[in-house]
């Protein structure tokens, strides 16, 4: 299955990590104070997921809007 960015920011949260966990592949994957950050690349795009490691709460599943922040996360 072929997904557009803009295509996987229409869906909800919970939807939005099933699509990354189902098509993406990780490339990254960081702990950060207290959370997971993880990096995955689907089609021609990169989605950050964290997840508040004290809760156990997905928080975020958006789409990278500038791929240098890759390299940010290299040097942590």
């Given at each position: 299955m072929k997904l557009t960015r803009g295509?996987?920011?229409q869906f909800n949260l919970t939807t939005r990590f099933r699509l990354v966990r189902e098509l993406g592949k990780n490339i990254l994957k960081k702990?950060?104070?207290?959370?997971?950050?993880?990096?995955?690349?689907i089609?021609?795009?990169y989605v950050e997921v964290y997840l508040d490691l004290t809760s156990?709460?997905?928080?975020?599943?958006?789409p990278v809007k500038n791929v240098r922040i890759l390299e940010v996360y290299d040097n942590l």
């Open positions: 295509e996987f920011c702990k950060i104070k207290m959370r997971l950050v993880s990096v995955y690349k089609s021609d795009f156990h709460r997905l928080e975020k599943v958006e």
